[in-house]
């Protein structure tokens, strides 16, 4: 019932100041054309070394994270058949450096715990966030620990805000000073041996030996080149052996240990030093101190609370990094009430981030392949699948394989085979990252001539309003798909100082296509928890607002069939990808859930046992262990498998 609610579709013309509705054909038909004209004049097949790249950087697209899993995944296959490498979402700008730090640590970059499994902890921390204002209804699980355990909750935060005041107490600390808190919580921990030995031992790299060459001074580690300003991180690695498992001391006395390097790193942190850095009251930093302390016990569990008051710094992944190093010296990681806990924003933030709906990302936590790095499918492999550093350690991205080419036969179907390599010289292979912030210079500089924004705001969230404002400008398309007319959509107008636009002199052609919102489709969304929820539709769209799986199928149909008419380059991965649904111009969400938990492209037998049948041709799969990498299965994102299985929608 939104008044700026968009019900047509609708084009503002080069130099025009206002909109005009078209129908639905005449906008899918232009703005197809322009993408295939833009294509065919800048798409770059191979690169200096011959090595096929497959990239369109002159036009970029922007993805939603309040969208189903359906579109995303969807979007994804759209947006690499065509070499798109220029894309960001919100669930990177918001947690980009929580996947970077969790994931490093823990192997997922995700929320460890769930919301409900708060009312087990004994300690709460709320740090680098306001879950009480910003997360209400997941925050009533910190307030039932508090009155059923008598859990103690400390809010550490530049401001006294809503949290803090529901909080057993405040401590105050200057913006972007959190590293220097938490060193000194690691430091204090050592030094008063509140430290869970057996979870330290058993648990984590402490007794791990590093490379002779690692050090750290002034600064700055072992590695760093000057000129680049980029680390080698060879010497960052581990010793090992002759059968090239990592050495270890299991005594934690050998000097280069992981356990005697981070006690010598963090040992500057005194509490007289974090109390004059980060502005914090001593009394008050120990108080912290000392409830962490307490729940190195085996009976006592704390968590963290943490969101975009941590991320969004530059050291935004070392803030994360750092506290959850704190939870496994206190052995906090895998119990009720422990966890280091990402409190997200959009609805599916955490879907959109599992579907790697980024420049480098593929489903999963893939990487998209880089052109330097991985050439070829063999060096993409061998870069991207992890070996065993010791004995018994669990490695389920030993199965990187696997995964891989279960997602190209997603890509490609029956076009993906053994001896193309699976398809991988279709996909794009990127040179360098292009986020938000490159695509706003690429425009400004005139090097990129098509935007499309789905579900996306940039001109309100993007830093510079006026430089992204003038980098529009320059455009030669915009395509807005969205339920609600947005700033960005209408940055040509003029609203005097806010937005001092000139219609007549923005030659930028914007159309603006009304999609659905979630409770007008079905779908499914992860929530914080990682759990995948299925909803269902509960009304039609206003006018001829349509899905974005059904927008994003029409464009794509309209693609593919002129270049099917009039060839065009880089035209074999978009004729060659597998679009196998019933309607092609509206793949359901069914059919797409379907995809991403994967199926049987041949009968699927136990390799322990020959006889005993697993799956047959063309069944859903229970799960992704039954992914294999010789092409007998196909799965869009690995870790939905189990989603909806031969038994139906387990969502």
């Known amino acids: 019932h939104s008044p700026g609610r968009l019900k047509y579709p609708e084009v503002r013309e080069a130099g025009s100041d206002q909109w005009k509705r078209i129908s639905w054909h005449e906008a899918v038909e232009r703005i197809a054309k322009h993408m295939k004209a833009d294509r065919d004049a800048n798409f770059i097949d191979k690169n200096a070394d011959g090595v096929p790249v497959n990239r369109w950087l002159s036009t970029g ?55 409900v499994d708060i009312k087990n902890a004994d300690f709460i921390l709320v740090m680098g966030g306001n879950a009480a204002e910003a997360h209400p209804v997941g925050f009533k699980w910190a307030i039932e620990a508090k009155k059923q355990r008598g859990a103690k909750l400390i809010v550490v935060d530049p401001r006294f805000n809503r949290t803090a005041a529901v909080a057993d107490q405040y401590v105050p600390i200057r913006a972007g000073s959190d590293i220097v808190f938490l060193g000194g919580i690691i430091n204090w921990l050592i030094a008063n041996d509140k430290i869970h030995w057996d979870y330290v031992k058993a648990y984590t790299n402490a007794s ?51 356990w005697n390097l981070m006690k010598a790193h963090f040992a500057r942190y005194t509490p007289e030093l974090v109390s004059s850095l980060t502005g914090s009251p001593k009394e008050g930093f120990l108080a912290v101190c000392q409830h962490l302390g307490e729940t190195a016990a085996p009976n006592k569990v704390g968590t963290i609370l943490y969101a975009l008051g941590w991320t969004q710094h530059t050291v935004g992944a070392q803030n994360i990094r750092t506290m959850a190093m704190i939870q496994l010296l206190l052995g906090n990681i895998g119990m009720p009430g422990g966890g280091v806990n990402a409190l997200r924003g959009h609805s599916n933030i955490q879907g959109l981030s599992d579907l790697g709906l980024l420049s480098t990302s593929l489903p999963g936590y893939l990487t998209l392949p880089n052109e330097t790095q991985h050439p070829t499918l063999a060096d993409y492999l061998a870069k991207n699948t992890p070996k065993t550093l010791l004995d018994g350690q669990f490695n389920y991205w030993s199965n990187t394989p696997k995964f891989f080419v279960s997602l190209m036969k997603w890509f490609w179907g029956d076009k993906a085979t053994a001896d193309n390599n699976w398809g991988y010289d279709w996909l794009p292979k990127w040179d360098k990252l292009y986020d938000v912030l490159h695509m706003v210079e690429l425009m400004h500089q005139g090097k990129m001539n098509g935007f499309i924004v789905q579900g996306f705001n940039p001109l309100a969230s993007f830093p510079d309003a006026n430089k992204v404002r003038e980098a529009f400008s320059k455009l030669k398309y ?12 209408s940055f040509w107008q003029n609203h005097g100082e806010s937005n001092p ?32 929820q299925w909803h269902f539709k509960g009304a039609d769209a206003p006018g001829e607002a349509k899905s974005d799986q059904e927008i994003i199928g029409e464009l794509f149909v309209a693609l593919r069939e002129l270049y099917k008419k009039d060839a065009g380059k880089g035209a074999e991965p978009i004729l060659n990808l597998s ?20 199926r049987a492209l041949a009968d699927l037998f136990d390799p322990k046992d020959p006889t005993k049948q697993l ?37």
């Open 501 to 532: 636009a000139d219609p007549a002199k923005i030659q930028t052609e914007v159309f603006r296509l009304p999609s659905t919102c979630f409770a007008e489709e079905d779908g499914s969304i992860v929530n914080s928890s990682r759990w995948l």
């Open 579 to 598: 679009w196998p649904y019933r309607d092609p111009k509206n793949p359901t969400p069914e059919e797409l859930a379907k995809e991403m938990n994967g």
């Open 615 to 651: 799956a047959k041709k063309g069944e859903q799969l229970p799960g992704f262990a039954l992914l294999r990498d010789d092409g007998s299965t196909m799965s869009a994102c690995w870790i939905f498998s189990g989603c909806w299985t031969q038994a139906g929608n387990q969502m």
């Open 478 to 489: 915009m395509v807005i798909i969205d339920p609600i007319a947005t700033e960005t959509s």
């Open 61 to 115: 697209m922007l993805t939603a994270s309040a969208s189903s899993n359906e579109t995303g995944i969807l979007t994804q296959k759209f947006m690499r058949s065509l070499g798109i490498i220029a894309t960001d979402a919100q669930a990177r700008v918001c947690h980009g450096p929580t996947v970077a730090a969790l994931a490093s640590t823990f192997g997922r970059g995700a929320m460890t715990n769930s919301w």
């Open 208 to 258: 791990l030996i590093v490379k002779e060459e690692y050090g750290f001074d002034e600064g700055l580690f072992s590695g760093f080149d000057a000129e680049k300003s980029k680390y080698d991180r060879a010497s960052w690695n581990y010793e090992l052996d002759a059968n090239g498992a990592a050495k270890r001391d299991p005594s934690l006395e050998h000097p280069r240990c992981v």
